[in-house]
């Protein structure tokens, strides 16, 4: 019986070591669609996700993963990349559709002005935000819109490298999704840091602007793959209510 959220989320640990049964890729994949489902920044869904179940790619991949117990004994592997290189073609993708949504004849002035606003988003300001030449446009971005600050709201966050912790912020909701339906069916789950993120990315043939944002192991938990009990800081510490 398939747990609720609140279990699965009790359920799942990180699992170093799986036992030497085999998973149903389906499964699996399943819950690869539902980590599609996240939140994601301005809905571009700058993710890739690689399933991973041929034993010998398995086997590289360990090896770059430095044979840590939760790569070496996985029964599949998942690869969560990032691919913000892929923002002007993501956000076609979101224009295409509100043209389609919003194709009817007689549209009502109302949807037509939200048709127009998202339209504009994806045109005007997105490129605003992502487009940037060897990090040149990203400064002179920054600095502008921090001055603009000094009088009112404003969104800061313009440079490369912001933009890369955006895409990665978007992917690890997209992996917490899919770790905890993963659990939601008795699956077991690590996301691994430690790892050659370069021969991970040689290994998978991904291009040059693709990027890892974690690796994560698969399978069924051994007794032994527990690492001990569960430590959380306290809630009490962590916990501010304003």
Request: glycine content about 4%; aromatic content about 10%.
């Amino acid at each position: 019986m398939e747990k609720t959220v609140s279990e699965a989320i009790a359920y799942r640990r990180s699992t170093r070591i799986y036992k030497d049964e085999p998973i149903n890729s389906e499964k699996v994949k399943q819950c690869l669609y539902n980590a599609t489902l996240a939140p994601t920044s301005s809905n571009l869904q700058l993710w890739e996700f690689y399933h991973v179940t041929s034993k010998d790619i398995l086997e590289k991949l360990a090896t770059a993963c430095f044979n840590q117990n939760a790569a070496k004994t996985a029964q599949q592997l998942v690869i969560v990349v990032t691919r913000k290189d892929l923002w002007k073609k993501r956000a076609q993708a979101n224009i295409n559709f509100l043209n389609k949504a919003f194709d009817k004849p007689n549209l009502d002035p109302k949807l037509a002005k939200r048709k127009k606003q998202g339209t504009d988003y994806y045109k005007k300001l997105i490129p605003t935000i992502y487009l940037d030449f060897l990090g040149i446009l990203g400064c002179i971005k920054y600095w502008i819109f921090q001055i603009i600050g000094l009088f009112r709201p404003i969104y800061r966050q313009t440079r490369q490298s912001d933009m890369r912790i955006v895409a990665h912020k978007s992917a690890g909701l997209a992996a917490q999704n899919f770790m905890i339906s993963m659990a939601a069916i008795g699956y077991d789950t690590c996301p691994m840091e430690g790892s050659d993120t370069l021969r991970v990315k040689q290994i998978l043939d991904l291009p040059r602007g693709a990027e890892i944002n974690m690796i994560i192991g698969c399978g069924i938990r051994d007794a032994k793959g527990i690492y001990g009990s569960r430590f959380r800081v306290p809630f009490e510490e962590v916990y501010f209510e304003k």
